[in-house]
């Protein structure tokens, strides 16, 4: 079987795991299916496949994802040339996709029921996953020199609650819920914003912004959040372009688990 005709199942339409969908896909590999929750809450909606839950379709730089209702539509939708997103919280559709890959890119930093026998290829990313026991492979998360790095015994290194360095921020970069309840925003995607503006409401207590930036990421309002939730991503660099085009560490973790699937089957 030729490489471009395997089945790659992957658990999540998050950021991290649209990235690894774009990546393999134009590595010429078209046959692959997003399995998402009825209600995902990504937080860079403009690079995540799993917008189409929600709205039907969505574009990832240029690449379509298209919600289906059952894996009787995927076909149809991979004939097309698009990327279809099936609602399936439980992954019962697996017994009927029959993936020659599954990739695990939920990164809850734990693992939330994936195993070996799923696929042939069971490729796990991040904390959560030891290699040989959950997964085939394990794809290290964490930024810093091992990012990407495909580890082939044990496991990913464990989380470390701090995000990512960008422009020198840290924790001051993501906002959170302050408390739990009903989300509202007083801003939108895309939006610069500046250090001390209210972007926002919890149930009546403000989300600021500790930063100047462009508010790249935000999830949708009008939810209930819990409190601690990230509902937001500021990038001090400020640069609109950034908004629509997959991350450095997005981009890193594609070609690892490109890699991967390459090591076995190429």
Known sequence: MNLSERIIAIKSGGEMASAVVWRLYHARMRRIVILETPHPLAVRRTVSFCEAVHDGTCMVEDVRGVRVDG?????????????????????????????DVLIDAIIAKRNLGTGMNDAPLV???G????????????????RGHNLGRIITEGEAAPNTGIPGSIGGFSKERVLRAPVPGKL???????????????????????????????LRGQIRPNGHVSQGLKL???????????????????????GAVLECVMRVYN
């Open 71 to 99: 894996p009787e539509q995927i076909e149809a939708v991979w004939a097309a040339g698009d990327v279809p997103v099936l609602i399936d919280p439980t992954w019962k559709s697996l017994e009927a996709i029959r993936p």
């Open 123 to 125: 490729i796990g990313m």
């Open 127 to 142: 904390p959560g996953f030891t290699a040989g026991r959950d997964a085939h492979l394990v794809v290290e998360t964490n």
């Open 184 to 214: 509202v925003w007083d801003c939108s995607l895309g939006d610069l914003v500046e250090k001390g503006q209210v972007l926002g409401h919890v149930a009546g207590s403000p989300v600021t912004a500790e930063i100047p930036g462009l």
């Open 232 to 254: 937001g991503d500021i990038d001090p660099r400020g640069d609109l372009s950034y908004l629509h085009t997959i991350s450095d560490k997005g981009r890193a973790l594609g």
